[in-house]
């Protein structure tokens, strides 16, 4: 057997994911933690990151980088009240860059804290009554609900299983308590366990979704655990499973790659958590604990056979899956604008561009949003998309609630272009530690250049799903975008083309290592290809399949007998 990866032995001696994070914090001499501590702040919820615009100028002046520390919140379905909102904002401002940043799995994260800082941050976010326990890590993350929960009774059901099963799946440790929020420690640690994780925890990140059809608004299939509701006259009947979804990947090494999951039977949701732990411990046990790049399920379950997997997790769960059951998605990204719910309350949708939610550019962005919090009735949702939904408005509040969003200019939604409201972008440069490319920084301006050159070809108005990412890791889900660029070197993208709209078709490469004009001549006859050519309503990435402009070797569709 392989060695195992270093990061295994970190976990192994912290008596659970302490270390030494104690004298780390209290170490005046340096911004930084110790290595070790790096990988077991992770799950607390934070990342240490340095400022990478400064770090060659640093450097040279021989002085340490400009160490910082990223917090992520844990907020299943991305849900916060009003007053919840104003004190992150108020954490953010005080603490952070001055952002709020609303990722692609419906949580918030505070960029910038110093770190004689981070544990007054922390404790300020719980005293919101949110915590960042397991927002990253080697254990369950965030778990995704498909927005707009409260749209039906289905949504509500739906939101309340996903509540309870990332409690569920939540460390034991106290470490959190004791380090953050000065708990007393209980027997020094020692006697603790982790009934469910075991001393080592996963072998890697753990993800899991749950999406509400026809919406795939989450991407469902990029999650280790997918959970996809079955209704049955709007009422929740249970989930058809998916398994081993996963985007991560290294450029040149083939042995990692983004993987959709497959879809593997029906369970009641009397049956949720007892499925989600039986494929978790699966994982748990069987995972690669020796190379951390082939780590996740998807591996797993290639390197040993879905068939197996499913045995596995039939076995534990001590019987079998029922078959899955037909269901249909026709979308993955938000629906802007106001929805009436069933319950007639309103909900409305808001585009924030890559999710940063700042004062930039002449955009009171983060302004508007605390005047609206203070008006607000309702809640607020956090899409997988990075955008936010003003939700559970009374009619007779929606006038107020318009005028603010005029008024904050945060009504852009309104007249963007599709491949604007549609586009993701990941953080990448310059906190992000792994980016080999701009990506949130860069989406304006590259919106713009792709708007013109759809202008030229009358496609202004063609739904076109657009993501950037600044490396192969995935993090703005770049795989499933019809057009992704995924960062190779600064100015430098991978251009991949032709995944569907729904969330069910993995892109192909299409040009390597390409810089902006590159990436506009190779789209140019792609578009007027498109343009003169095109199905009624047909979707773009779908033309470039049909008309073999992209091959569909190796893009892997769902089961069509799964699909009504
Ligand atoms: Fe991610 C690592 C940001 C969603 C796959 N991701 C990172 C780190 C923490 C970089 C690092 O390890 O040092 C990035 C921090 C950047 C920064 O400065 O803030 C980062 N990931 C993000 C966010 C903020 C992107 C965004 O713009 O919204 C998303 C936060 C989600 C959350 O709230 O929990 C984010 N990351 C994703 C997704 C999308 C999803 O889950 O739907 C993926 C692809 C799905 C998957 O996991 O396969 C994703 N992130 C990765 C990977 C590759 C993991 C793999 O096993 O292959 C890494 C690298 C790693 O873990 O070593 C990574
Ligand atoms: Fe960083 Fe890469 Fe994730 Fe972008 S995709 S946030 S560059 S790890």
């Given at each position: ?42 799950f ?12 060659e ?26 007053q ?24 918030f ?9 981070l ?39 739906v ?9 569920h799946l ?12 000065d ?9 603790e366990s982790?009934?469910l ?17 026809p ?55 009397e ?7 039986a ?6 046990d ?24 499913v ?8 019987h ?11 979308h ?16 409305l ?39 936010l ?36 972008a ?29 202008d030229?070809h ?5 739904p ?11 993090c703005?889900r ?87």
């Amino acid at each position: 057997m392989n060695a195992l990866s270093p990061v295994e032995k970190i976990k192994a001696e912290s008596r659970y994911l302490r270390g030494t994070i104690v004298a780390s914090m209290t170490d005046v001499v340096t911004g930084a933690i110790a290595e070790a501590d790096t990988q077991l702040i992770k799950f607390h919820g934070s990342y240490q990151q340095d400022d990478r615009d400064l770090r060659e100028e640093r450097r040279q002046q021989k002085l340490e980088a400009a160490y910082s520390f990223m917090i992520r919140t844990r907020l299943p379905g991305g849900v916060v009240t009003p007053q919840q909102w104003l004190q992150l904002d108020a954490i953010a401002t005080h603490y952070g860059n001055g952002t709020l940043r609303l990722t692609t799995r419906q949580a918030f994260q505070f960029h910038g804290v110093i770190k004689r800082e981070l544990k007054p941050t922390l404790q300020a976010i719980n005293t919101a009554l949110i915590d960042t326990i397991a927002a990253c890590g080697d254990v369950n993350r965030n778990v995704l609900v498909s927005a707009n929960p409260v749209q039906s009774r289905a949504h509500a059901a739906v939101y309340a299983c996903a509540v309870r099963l990332s409690e569920h799946l939540k460390p034991r440790s106290r470490a959190y308590y004791e380090l953050w929020l000065d708990e007393q420690q209980i027997g020094g640690g020692e006697e603790e366990s982790e009934p469910l994780y075991g001393a080592t925890y996963l072998p890697r990140k753990f993800k899991i979704g749950f999406a509400v059809p026809p919406l795939n608004d989450i991407d469902v299939f990029a999650n280790d655990l997918g959970l996809i509701a079955i209704l049955e006259e709007d009422e929740l009947v249970g989930f058809n499973v998916s398994v081993g979804g996963g985007l991560g990947a290294t450029h040149g090494d083939a042995a990692t790659y983004p993987r959709l999951g497959d879809v593997i039977g029906f369970i009641t949701p009397e049956q949720l958590l007892a499925t989600a732990k039986a494929a978790l411990t699966t994982q748990r046990d069987f995972g690669n604990r020796a190379e951390r790049k082939r780590a996740r399920l998807k591996y797993t379950i290639d390197d040993r056979g879905l068939a197996w997997f499913v045995a596995e997790i039939e076995r534990r769960l001590g019987h079998v899956l029922q078959p899955a059951r037909p269901y249909t998605f026709t979308h993955n990204g938000d629906r802007f604008g106001w929805i009436q719910g069933y319950d007639g309350r309103w909900h409305l949708t808001l585009r924030i561009e890559s999710g940063r939610v700042a004062d930039r550019d002449g955009k009171p962005c983060l302004s508007g949003l605390r005047e609206i919090a203070t008006v607000h009735r309702g809640d607020f949702r956090l899409t997988a998309n990075q955008n936010l939904i003003i939700a559970n408005v009374a009619a007779a509040d929606r006038a107020e609630i318009d005028a603010l969003v005029s008024r904050y200019a945060l009504d852009g939604f309104r007249r963007a272009s599709p491949l604007r409201l549609y586009a993701l972008a990941c953080v990448a440069l310059p906190t992000c530690a792994l980016a080999m490319a701009e990506a949130e920084r860069y989406l304006p301006e590259l919106l713009l250049q792709l708007e013109a050159l759809l202008d030229r070809h009358g496609l202004r108005d063609a739904p076109i799903l657009l993501r950037i990412s600044g490396c192969p890791n995935g993090c703005s889900r770049p795989y499933l975008g019809e057009i992704a660029l995924v960062g190779k070197a600064p100015g430098r993208y991978n251009l991949m083309l032709g995944a569907d709209f729904r969330g069910q078709r993995l892109n192909r490469l299409y040009q390597e290592n390409i810089t902006e004009p590159e990436i506009l001549a190779a789209l140019d006859p792609v578009f007027a290809c498109y343009a003169g050519e095109r199905g009624e309503g047909e979707g773009f990435g779908d033309f470039l399949i049909r008309a073999g402009v992209i091959a569909d070797k190796t893009a892997r569709q769902i089961p069509a007998q799964v699909l009504t």
